[in-house]
């Protein structure tokens, strides 16, 4: 049996429902008011891999050293040993939040991710406290814990979406093209339009139309469905992501990414768009 079947197969474990949902629950309950930082709203771009660079260097490098670096390099594998768990916290922390918003396969597979990466964080930490020959072994087990969690890990954003920007691949006409009726454009109601095959929400306020995706680039929920608040700013109704109807820039995660912008103007009693 391939890994490919192997990780179907755990994707379709619905016995790791009750868990995970019990800890999603839990980790979102805890980490709402740190969602925006934790999900990287501010940085525009997800937190999460980037964290995971540090750690995974580090104990890489201290496997590296132990097994051919001799005598001189001992010295060197229990600070990069340190380093590497004190960085691995953080990193643990953006994920789950990250993981928390996923539903189903998604977060099946993503709980043996975590699992296996804490698990190659215990053997890591239980390495410096170890002999020298039961640390080597120590720390070689957890770095192909994290060797798994980073295979899943991986299948996640690659495979399954995860992370990704989900507006990246839509088609967005780049001429005005027609996508609502005007007249049936009320005063303040988020309203779906599809425009060259696009599916755009529209908004007006006064004599100003305001155009944006309508696909939530975090997870590709519907923005007409959510509500647009006095700072002009529309809630996803998944995940609660917030984006500035002006410019599409994500205020509140755990969106990264802007949603799409187009220009918005009313001609022959069409409302029509193009991408910005």
Not at 17 to 38: C, E, H, M, Q, Y
Not at 173 to 179: K, L
Request: glycine fraction near 14%.
């Amino acid at each position: 049996m391939g890994l490919r079947e192997l990780i179907g197969k755990l994707e379709g474990r619905e016995a790791l429902d009750g868990v995970s949902d019990r800890i999603a629950g839990f980790v979102n309950s805890t980490v709402k008011p740190a969602k925006s930082l934790l999900s990287g709203t501010w940085l525009e771009h997800p937190l999460h891999p980037l964290l995971t660079d540090l750690p995974i260097g580090c104990w890489s490098g201290a496997v590296i050293l132990d097994l051919f670096g001799g005598s001189g390099a001992v010295d060197a594998v229990d600070p990069l040993v340190g380093l590497g768990a004190l960085a691995a916290v953080p990193a643990a922390v953006s994920g789950l939040s990250d993981w928390a918003d996923s539903y189903g396969p998604e977060r099946r597979v993503g709980l043996v991710h975590a699992a296996a990466n804490l698990t190659g964080l215990g053997l890591f930490a239980a390495s410096l406290m170890a002999g020298h020959r039961s640390a080597r072994r120590l720390r070689l087990l957890g770095l192909a814990a994290v060797s798994a969690g980073g295979y899943l890990g991986g299948h996640l954003s690659f495979g399954r979406g995860v992370g990704v920007d989900h507006q990246a691949f839509l088609e967005k006409p780049s001429d005005w093209v027609d996508a609502l009726d005007a007249d049936r454009l009320e005063e303040a109601t988020p309203t779906l339009a599809e425009a060259g095959g696009a599916r755009v929400m529209l908004y007006r306020r006064g004599t100003q139309i305001y155009a944006l995706s309508d696909v939530c680039p975090h997870a590709a929920g519907p923005l007409h469905e959510g509500s647009v608040d006095d700072q002009l700013c529309v809630t996803c109704p998944w995940h609660g992501s917030r984006f500035r109807l002006s410019d599409g820039r994500a205020v509140h995660g755990p969106a990264s990414a802007p949603a799409a912008v187009y220009q918005a103007r009313v001609e022959h009693g069409k409302v029509q768009v193009r991408a910005v």
